[in-house]
């Protein structure tokens, strides 16, 4: 075991932070694209569900920008079924398999380990989302108008920010759940497809519903991606695109550090209560 | 025969309705039984008020409202037959356990199906019943076919458990994470089916999938049977009679049987030659 | 910190509420109590005790992921309660029955990853991977998913997983459950090996099998029900029954009543009945050679045939059953049974 006896000392504080998040989100990146299913589960039905869309609005003959709406919402549901299903429940799923108690004795942050899940996932999903975008806008013929490329760089970036930060949030506070933690990411799927407005203008709502439903990041974000780069999109928009990329720049903030104090709150409470490593099925 | 079936279909029909059910406490199970199908009801009712001028008196808005209300049970249903694999294996780790009992996994995935149809009844009634009384969907009980309603909807049910079954089978070979296979499947169909616009606004050479599939019929005959003239909101199926479209959905059913059996002998075979009954992704 | 010993617990207590108890029943239960313990640098220390005796919730104290109720914990001298940070870059887990990592991943991938949390480069942990590998006979399978791995070559894996980083104290919690015979032996080698190797580093090791303390452990602490009843060397904890006759008798199937019968016989202190099949397996602690033949007399009082009778040297098994009243089988069962009385 000689390797064993000579090495230098291992990195500690933000290189250890950075080397966590990479080694996290390389399973992500790297580990789910091996099986190809993924094109099929991930990609090609959910199209569908868009497309069952598309065709609703043709059926009550509604205007051609609303079938671009549709397919924004659909290549956002990947992202939102992601924060649902491979955030928020993940933590309590790395805690049924085993490997919580793990990244928890290892003296890295669990805070990067959640980051690193992100950045994975995010980006695995882009992926996902482009394919959906870029097939749609073929198909069906969709005509964007883009006002401005920085703008839209920018909200679709705090968009990923605030909504990545809710799903580390939502991660930590799955922690507390068991088995309901599958009911719960079940039941946050169709509400919040509704509440976010994926499928219609969320200015439909009236002022005060809208603002509530404000609170989801990807309300405002879709909201102004679609002002920025549809042509009727400005007119059918709930607040100017400045005052929406400055709330998404809050809710960003705002969810990542409620995420950082729930995941302390939370690591605490379960070494104190000894159910970290409890299994409940 | 029978020992078989009531072994392998009643335990896994109480073990389904325990699992969505006993989670939590009645009052939040109600709660998360109706936020679902309400929300997905509401994102239709939203798309058409945001567009049409028509308003709910128009045949269009009861046949979308009506379609994606009995949809429902088409995603619960198939998604039961389906998660019931990936449950059992990943997380509870006790498929191999029930492989290995005296059971029949067919019938032990329509048990499991059954279950979620229970579920999914509570959705359906309630999604008609805020339909009725706040989205000014047309109803009049005493206008209903009850019995070609309960006929067709016994049949569906049946011919989508036997679609459940299919893809449940078929997970008995996948490794990675469709944790949703059976919702997304469903929803995937949910374009073909004519569940929430008829199957002429589709391009000519997806149609015949719409033909192919047993909800398009399944779901006119409820339409039928419910609102009775006042169905007729779209030509695409008028030339067909009531006795017709029974007819088609009995062969589909028994069609969807056949093909469910083949695919479970086959993916089971190759599920036991992967060692693929107790494996445990780790995903 | 070098010099203050690898851990060290002080009238250390941990207690557990009891969810959704009713009216009358316990609402806590007692899991360990006022232990004191302390391993130098350099041991291999046993915990020895049956399913439930409180040894995984040790480890899960000194691993920093469960709080004490009572006392206090060291390891290598820092507090696990007050400074966990201190604590994880020094120590690793391998828990037997477990995976780790991520089954679309190779072994090695699932490696690098755990090795990148410990803040290891890259080079490095490549180099270490592929030297333990080697090491636990798993460097052909280094680029297979772990999801096609067998439970023992996973379990080969994760000791893998726990040396990569080099802990100073390594803790390990039943490491070979559930393995064959040959897998266990080849863990067991390695751990030895390893301790063999880095005369500073410490292994904490729980087992339920009496042989692996004996043949892996300086120092063995015999555990039940959360207390800690002896701790010393095997062969001294064996001595502790020098002074008595230990015999292994196989005899005609015994009617009932008939070990009671035996246990108030003169001269004998403790016996341990296993049913076989066909026969009964008899476990004899003696005060001395001379009581057998009370127990001869006995036997044949009751009806009762000797098929083979066999003098031999104390285990560790003789010493839990000196210690606690009762087999560890009998303990565990004793244990399930209080439990399910609330």
Known sequence: ?281 | MFKTFSRSFFPAAWLGWQIESNWTDPFLFLAFSIAKPIASVLILVFMYNAVSQAGSDSPVYSYIYLGNAFYIYVTEVMAGASFSILDDRERYRSLKYIYIAPVSIPIYLFGRAVARFTTGTIAVVITLAAGVLFFGVPFNPLGVDWPMFFAALALGIVCLAFMGILIGTWTLIIRTEPWFIGEATAAALYLFSGAVFPLSILPAWLQPIGFLLPMTYWLELLRRALLGPGAAAFPTLSAFSNAELFGILMLITIGFSIVALIAYRYFDRRAREEGMIDAQSNF | MSDQPAIKTENLGRIYKIRGAKRGEARQRVALADVNLEVPRGELFGLLGPNGAGKTTLIKILTTLLAPSTGRAFVAGYDVARQPQEVRPRINMVSGGESSGYGLLTVRENLWMFGQFYGLDTKTTYARIDELLQIVGLADRARTKTSDLSTGLRQKMNIVRGFLTDPEVIFLDEPTLGLDVGASRDIRHFVRRWMDDRPSRTVLLTTHYMVEADELCDRVAIINNGRVLACDSPANLKRRLQREAIFKLEVSPLRNGALAAFEQLPGVRKVVHSPQDGRSELDLILEADEALGNVVTALNTHGAHILNLQKREPTLEDVFVDLVGMSMTEAEKAGEQELMGG
């Open chain 1, 1 to 281: 075991m000689s390797t064993l006896l000579t090495t230098r000392p291992p990195d500690r504080g933000w290189r250890l932070f950075v080397r966590t998040i990479v080694a996290r989100a390389y399973p992500r990146l790297i580990g789910q694209q091996r099986e190809k299913v993924w094109i099929f589960f991930e990609t090609f039905l959910p199209f569908l569900a868009t497309v069952g869309y598309i065709y609703v609005y043709r059926a009550i003959q509604a205007p051609e920008d609303y079938i671009g709406f549709v397919v924004m919402g659909g290549a956002m549901t990947a992202f939102w079924l992601n924060v649902i299903w491979a955030m928020a429940s993940q933590l309590y799923w790395e805690k049924e398999s085993g490997n919580l108690a793990l990244y928890i004795m290892a003296p890295n942050s669990l805070m990067a380990i959640l980051l690193g899940m992100a950045l994975g996932g995010m980006l695995a999903t882009c992926l996902r989302a482009l394919v959906i975008t870029v097939l749609g806008t073929l198909l069906f013929g969709i005509s964007f108008a883009v006002s401005s490329y920085f703008q839209l760089f920018a909200v679709f970036v705090l968009t990923m920010a605030a909504l990545y930060g809710l799903g580390m949030l939502l991660a930590s506070l799955f922690l507390l759940w068991g088995r309901e933690a599958w009911q719960i990411a079940t039941a946050l799927q169709e509400p919040v497809y509704f509440i976010s407005g994926f499928y219609f203008p969320v200015k439909s709502f009236g002022f005060a519903v809208a603002l509530a439903a404000s609170v989801l990041p990807l309300t405002l974000g879709m909201d102004a991606m679609r002002q920025l780069v549809f042509a009727s999109g400005p007119s059918l928009g709930f607040l100017s695109v400045e005052i929406e990329i400055a709330i998404l720049s809050m809710l960003a903030v705002v969810f990542i550090a409620a995420a950082k104090f729930w995941l302390d709150f939370m690591e605490r409470k379960a070494i104190e209560e000894g159910t970290l490593t409890d299994r409940r099925r």
